[in-house]
């Protein structure tokens, strides 16, 4: 019995690089809310106050698409001056897919997280150890903020490409930034639709809740804006190569930009301004006249109440 369950231990190890399959291309990573709560409760549970690794789990849906919908903590210790002296566990990796196979068989492991808020430079030896027990054979690696920084999305996705140089030196992998965005079933947008109704304040007015979100959209426009204008900038001193792809995107947004000098616009967004100012001047004024009323409606009950008591 003890040769048979070594035999069947042995074979668990060995699917572990017989799942491997082609170099898959990825163009977009999709993330699930689960994966970013468990990163966020690695990175607490560690104290705060180092990046953390772990392992995505997840599958490969075709056309560039990977689906990454769970994930696990790895020990990991690293080096703050030699970024080259770093430990990771992969027996403990081998061991919790093992487990998590057992759970869920569709969930292979496609890439690994941490928690950033940059690439470094061992993140490369990382990927390679990582790929080895990578399905798709092209390692993700998800850069999670734990504490963002900023708007948009806490999410980073890159995948290592072999660089060529023509000067003739050796080629080495590089990291090139892929897309990524947030993705949910429906029964995970209704544990996050309960988490959000326990966070979201409840003395906080509609109104403010639309500034604040107004804001927050106002800054992720400005920053956007001076990516855009940090590229073109460069491009202009010849410090990066023209991308024909990223300027038709940019002459397709400024062409869905309306034409603020139409007489017509002009007026009628001017009308809209004044209404709206209108109903928060109303507003204001009658909320003046009511805090005065009450003021001396109160004035008028202390009189009262003093004058039967001298009485």
């Known amino acids: 019995s003890n040769d048979f369950l070594s035999a069947l231990f042995s074979c668990e190890e060995i699917t572990l690089v017989s799942e491997m399959a082609t170099p898959q291309t990825i163009e977009r990573v999709v993330v699930h809310p689960i994966v ?143 897309a990524s965005e947030m993705g949910a079933e429906e029964a995970e947008e209704v544990g996050v639709e309960h988490l959000l109704r326990d966070i979201k304040d409840t003395s906080v007015g509609t109104l403010s809740q639309v500034i604040s979100s107004q804001l927050l959209a106002l800054r992720g426009l400005e920053k956007s804006l001076t990516t855009i204008r940090d590229y073109l900038q460069k491009v202009l001193n010849n410090e990066r190569p023209v991308n024909f792809a990223i300027l038709n995107n940019l002459q397709d947004i400024f062409n869905l930009l309306p034409n603020l000098s139409v007489e017509e616009l002009a007026k009628a967004l001017t009308v809209q301004t004044n209404d709206q100012m209108l109903v928060l001047y109303l507003g204001s004024l009658v909320r003046s006249v009511i805090a005065l009323h009450n003021l001396l409606d109160n004035k008028l009950k202390v009189r009262a109440v003093d004058a039967a008591q001298t009485a």
């Open 36 to 178: 970013l709560l468990s990163v966020v409760d690695h990175y607490h549970r560690l104290g705060g106050n180092k990046r953390t690794i772990g392992v995505l789990l997840g599958s490969y849906r075709g056309n560039g698409l990977l689906d990454v919908c769970n994930s696990f903590a790895l020990p990991f210790e690293e080096d703050a001056k030699d970024p080259s002296i770093w430990f990771l566990d992969h027996d403990y990796l081998e061991n919790m897919y093992n487990m998590f196979k057992k759970v869920t068989a569709k969930e292979k492991i496609v890439g690994w997280y941490h928690t950033g808020p940059k690439l470094r430079s061992n993140d490369i030896e990382i990927n390679k150890l990582v790929n080895k027990y990578c399905y798709t054979n092209n390692a993700a690696l998800v850069i999670i903020e734990a504490l963002p920084s900023g708007v948009g999305l806490p999410t980073d996705a890159y995948v290592a490409v072999e660089e060529v140089h023509d000067d003739g030196s050796p080629s080495c992998l590089t990291f090139t930034h892929v």
